[in-house]
């Protein structure tokens, strides 16, 4: 950014360039980054190709600017500068490892003087309604912060021979590329070898990338040296560098959205027809190309197709093919037999799945009927169960007649096996047995009987009341089961009747 001068500065500013004693509120000073040898792109007629600045031209610009040159507007030098730069150095800069080159200059703008009775007069520019103060606050606030270098090229070398590019003894045309002797492609470019400083501007993009106001600077010195002579205000478009005649300089201003533009003070050109050239070993392939013969390389090495030499892509390319063409037949040959393997698998395994499905089918009919066989077992078990317990239960009935709770029973005869079951109804027969068979032997008290009640035996018969129930248990059973009815209602019935005196 801008600032007032230091004393150094002023010293330097009103020895050399003011014709008027300034003060220090009266100067605004800024520094550019101006030039670097970084190649700029140009387009020509036969492709791309770079200028790039030497460290020789950067020490004449640093000459030139150091002696003061205008500070214009966009390279406009139809209107009047509003600064000059009055001192410039070249000083190296590391990028990483590297060191470069890199050209800076100093610039000084008058912002107001002061009338007879000492007021402010500011001073304008011919930039629209701007006044130079308002270009130090643009400048300041950052808005206006590209600059670009207006310069002469005086010796513009071809890369390829090591002379002008003018000269008849350069046989090469910027952009084309050209077969050394080992064989490798190399395009021409131009090497900008010496020149000398026009101007200075304030631009809107500029070529150069780093081409910006610097925040903060040091005092510079310079040798002093007459500058004579005055610019021309029409240039003229340099279209082919080659038919520029070698007497009239090259302007060139650097401007990103136009590219690098090379302009001479005159119309004249001089007429090179391309067949001249015949006698020159021409890489025509690349001629119509802005690639780099390295970036190809690169590009095709990432493939895996690798070349020394321009004329070697297509066997190198030829080659590539046909090894990636057996490694993908070799490739799709591994996977046909795997598929194939595979498929011979999944065929196996499918005869093996329809025999298991056979010999399911099978089983499942083998199991089904002999479900159904074993279902008309359980019925056949279920009923005799049933039929069990209702055995053992008139079993248990006439062994203990009314005494013997059935449903409870019942509930308890469910829980037990076939086996059980025939235990407790061979118990309740043998019960049975041995309590019927001791009320049999008993002699009644009465033994005199009538007619009428003389097939059965009543209570006041028997010696104790277990023995006149297990009686009246046994004939209610058995009146049940000749006129079937219950046995239960027999019991009761009876129980009641036989309870009672003989008549």
């Known amino acids: 950014m801008g600032r007032t001068p230091t004393p150094e500065q002023l010293q330097r500013i009103n020895s050399k360039f003011a014709k008027t004693p300034l003060k220090p509120e009266q100067v605004y000073v800024f520094r550019t980054y101006a030039a670097d040898t970084i190649p700029i792109r140009r387009s020509s007629w036969f492709g791309e190709y770079t200028i790039t600045m030497t460290e020789r031209i950067l020490r004449d610009l640093q000459k030139g600017y150091a002696e003061g040159c205008p500070l214009l507007a966009s390279h406009n030098v139809n209107r009047l500068p509003f600064g000059l730069t009055f001192d410039s150095v070249v000083e190296y800069q590391y990028n990483g490892e590297e060191s470069s080159p890199v050209l800076y200059t100093d610039q000084y703008m008058v912002t107001h003087t002061y009338d007879d009775d000492g007021n402010k007069v500011p001073i304008k520019t011919e930039v629209g309604d701007m006044k130079v103060s308002d270009i130090a606050n643009g400048i300041d606030a950052g808005t206006l912060a590209s ?41 021409c470019d131009i090497l900008a070898e010496a020149g000398e400083a026009i101007e200075q501007s304030i631009v809107y993009s500029p070529a150069v ?88 390389q690169l590009a095709f090495a990432k493939a895996g197709i690798n070349f020394d030499k321009i004329g070697d892509i297509q066997a190198a390319v030829s080659a590539a093919l046909a090894a990636e063409s057996e490694k993908a037949t070799e490739a799709l040959n591994k996977q046909l037999e795997a598929k194939g393997a595979e498929l011979a698998r999944v065929s196996a395994e499918l005869d093996r799945l329809k025999t298991d499905f056979s010999d399911a089918q ?133 129980f009641r009747k036989l309870s009672q005196e003989r008549v």
């Open 209 to 296: 990338a780093k081409a910006k106001i610097q925040q903060g600077f040091s005092q510079l010195t310079g040798e002093r040296s007459d500058r004579g002579g005055t610019e021309e205000k029409t240039v003229y478009s340099i279209d082919d560098i080659k038919k520029v005649p070698l007497d009239e300089p090259v302007v060139c201003h650097y401007s990103k959205n136009g590219g690098v533009e090379l302009f001479t003070r005159s119309p004249r050109r001089i007429e090179r027809k391309e067949e001249n050239l015949s006698n020159v070993k021409e890489m025509n392939s690349m001629s119509d190309t802005n690639v780099e013969f390295k970036d190809i």
């Open 362 to 494: 099978s089983k499942i009919m083998e199991l089904t009927s002999q479900n159904e066989e074993l279902s008309k077992k359980a019925e056949l078990a279920e009923q005799y169960r049933k039929d069990l317990i209702e055995a053992t239960i008139e079993a248990g009935i006439r062994a203990f007649g009314n005494a013997f709770n059935k449903e409870r029973q019942e509930k308890y005869l469910s829980t037990l096996s076939i086996e059980e079951l025939k235990e407790e109804k061979a118990a309740y027969e043998g019960q049975f047995q041995e309590r019927f068979a001791g009320a049999r032997t008993t002699k009644p008290k009465q033994q005199t009987r009538t007619a009428t009640n003389s097939e059965f035996m009543y209570r006041s018969d028997f010696e104790t009341e277990q023995e006149f129930r297990n009686y009246v248990g046994y004939e209610a059973r058995r009146l049940a089961a000749e006129k079937g009815t219950n046995v239960a209602d027999e019991t009761e019935a009876l």
């Open 147 to 187: 600059t670009s270098i207006g310069f002469e090229i005086t010796r513009p070398i071809c890369t390829i021979c090591g002379h002008d590019i003018r000269k008849e003894q350069c046989s090469h045309w910027p952009g084309r590329y050209y077969e050394m002797d080992d064989g490798t492609p190399k395009r």
